[in-house]
């Protein structure tokens, strides 16, 4: 349907490049703009100093080739080695000079992008993979710093030098010399670009086939023991030899056009260079030009083509960076789904009361998953949520921290809608403990701090204490210096827990939200876990979604939810008494637990009789 997508491909690149400006004309940075206007100034000033060249060489051959030469023409000579060199140094201060409006520039992005997809909603991180947003980022990095090293300070130069030496030729040795230089870079530039469309096929197909390899490759040796057990060694390397195959194929295709590639180049620079020589040399014959006029062409024309010569990968690379750059660049367009309404206030905590009133919520229209769902929960008391999967528990304690806005209804703390407070404020107010506690790969001071990164190491070391590890982490060897790992696995489930606790305390939230934080320990550890919490909810108004019924006896309320409704709702022993879904549920935990103990003592009991016969 769209035969021919180049144009909307130039102007997305066109729309890219313009988003890319103004970082590197930064407004309220005079600084660095007076940088920008510096090095553009030195690299004028090499390309013009490196086009003067020529004409020192020139003076030099027409002064030895003249009959009458006497000595050297030793100052020539020393102003063209200077020249020379004064080319190079002022291309090296127009590097030092910019570096830092290119490095800022990549910071500013790289650092708004972060903020701004911190900004994005959970249903936003949710449908994409954490790794392919990093890789995302940095790939649009990379791309930005390649696209201005080398259009800056070799593409524009460049096309300025085609220009300066053109004119050049043209007023000094008339219309068909400058008319055959221009010409053959024309044709040199058109055949690059077009040669390395053609190929880029072959490009995609060997990044293609290797990327299929390397999965093969990983994923066989992923489950090593899998293909062990169904004796599938060779099938796996027939696989994988299908890939490397493809990989094979492709990868010769590329070499071969890349080879034809530079064959045509280096055609066109021969074929455009003996012309301008051949022309040169008539013209010397018939005393129209020096032997130094002659030597000045050859010289100016080879100054066009070298920095052409790796045309073709800057040209594929140029490409792929506007397509890294746009797709960062889309992200920093995502529009933030949950925003602070204009002229939000911060939240005015006092004691941390929660009301939901007639809530209903969606993650999509088709699926409700909330309905007509109310609760009050008074300052400092404790609720708890239970029911089976899928019945909205969690869903709760999304809304409440406002990571989605509901459909209907309204939620309030201490009387002020979440709505129209600002959610750092409402953020600040809420401490969540989660049932998959994920620490940052760092120590485990930094992990508590995190709740509160300006608190001292006593209030660190406090914090600990009232979460019941303190005394752990004293043990250790490295103290709260000790390395937790990635995601925290070098410790274990309920360390790991004390630790969230610990960090929560330390955040001193009014409202407190425990989901499933001890579902996935085992009893012991759990009743452990559980006075802790205690000693944390004193004061505070707690929410506990639970799935264990043995953790919420105590909740001054629970509510009951299936399918986004509440059910029932009550204290623990009214519920019982009303024999209804919660009295189900307790009975149904309370004889697999009453299993669990009687598998436990069996085995205690096996391994008491084997200890003895053995004996």
């Not at 299936?562 to 709702?569: D, L, T």
Request: net charge neutral; proline share 3%; with cysteine.
């Amino acid at each position: 349907m769209n035969s021919d997508p180049q144009p909307s491909e130039n102007s997305e690149h066109r729309r890219t490049l313009k988003a890319l400006m103004p970082y590197l004309w930064p407004h309220g940075r005079p600084d660095l703009r007076l940088r920008v206007i510096l090095a553009m100034l030195f690299l004028v000033a090499a390309k013009l100093v490196g086009v003067y060249v020529p004409f020192i060489m020139k003076a030099v051959v027409d002064h030895l080739t003249a009959p009458q030469i006497l000595v050297a023409p030793v100052a020539l000579i020393v102003a063209y080695g200077v020249l020379r060199m004064s080319s190079d140094l002022f291309g090296e201060l127009r590097d030092s000079i910019f570096v830092r409006v290119g490095q800022n520039a990549l910071r500013v992005i790289a650092l708004q992008t972060f903020r701004h997809l911190h900004a994005l909603s959970l249903r936003f991180h949710l449908e994409r993979r954490t790794g392919g947003l990093s890789r995302a980022i940095e790939r649009g990095i990379k791309g930005i710093d390649f696209l201005l090293r080398f259009t800056l300070f070799n593409i524009l130069p460049t096309l300025f030098e085609i220009g300066l030496v053109t004119g050049i030729l043209y007023v000094k040795f008339g219309f068909w010399f400058a008319a055959v230089t221009f010409g053959s870079i024309a044709f040199y530039i058109t055949f690059t670009f077009s040669v390395t469309e053609w190929r880029l096929k072959y490009r995609r197909e060997m990044n293609a086939q290797d990327t299929k390899a390397n999965t093969k490759a990983v994923d066989s040796l992923l489950n090593y023991e899998t293909v062990k057990y169904f004796g599938n060694e060779e099938h796996e390397a027939r696989r994988y030899d299908e890939a490397l195959a493809g990989y094979e194929k492709a990868a010769v295709r590329s070499q071969t056009t890349l080879s034809l590639l530079n064959v045509g180049q280096q055609g066109i620079v021969a074929l455009g260079l003996v012309t301008v020589m051949i022309m040169a040399g008539y013209k010397v014959q018939a005393k129209e030009l020096t032997v130094g006029d002659f030597v000045m062409i050859n010289a100016l024309v080879m100054q066009l083509y070298m920095p052409l010569d790796f045309l073709g990968f800057v040209y594929r690379e140029i490409k792929q960076s506007l397509v890294d750059m746009e797709f960062m660049f889309r992200l920093l367009k995502s529009e933030t789904e949950i925003t602070d309404k204009p002229g939000a206030k911060p939240l005015v905590r006092e004691g941390g009361a929660v009301t939901f009133e007639h809530v209903n919520f969606h993650y999509e229209p088709r699926r409700p998953i909330l309905k007509d769902l109310s609760f009050h929960v008074a300052a400092g008391q404790t609720l708890a949520i239970v029911g089976p999967s899928g019945a909205g528990k969690s869903t709760i304690s999304r809304i409440l921290f406002r990571f989605y806005d509901i459909a209907d209804g309204s939620v309030h703390i201490d009387g002020q809608d979440i709505r129209g407070v600002t959610q750092d404020s409402l953020r600040a107010a809420i401490g969540v403990v989660p049932q998959d506690t994920v620490l940052f790969n760092d120590t485990i001071g930094y992990n508590i701090r995190y709740g509160r990164p300006d608190a001292t190491d006593a209030e660190v070391e406090a914090a600990a204490r009232l979460a019941h590890i303190h005394e752990f982490v004293e043990g250790l060897p490295d103290g709260y210096q000790t390395m937790v790992g990635e995601r925290g696995l070098k410790l274990s489930g309920g360390e790991k827990q004390r630790v969230a606790i610990a960090r929560t305390i330390l955040k001193n939230p009014c409202i407190l939200l425990l989901d499933e934080a001890t579902s996935a320990l085992d009893t012991h550890t759990e009743r452990e876990i559980q006075s802790s919490f205690k000693d944390v909810a004193a004061g505070r108004t707690t929410l506990i979604i639970a799935h264990r019924l043995s953790t919420v006896v105590d909740a001054d309320q629970i509510l009951v939810l299936e399918a986004g409704r509440v059910v029932e709702r009550g204290r623990h022993e009214a519920l019982l008494e009303a024999d209804g879904v919660y009295a189900a549920m307790w009975r149904r935990q309370q004889e697999a637990a009453e299993a669990r103990e009687k598998l436990v003592a069996l085995d205690e009991v096996e391994a008491s009789e084997e200890a003895l016969a053995e004996g």
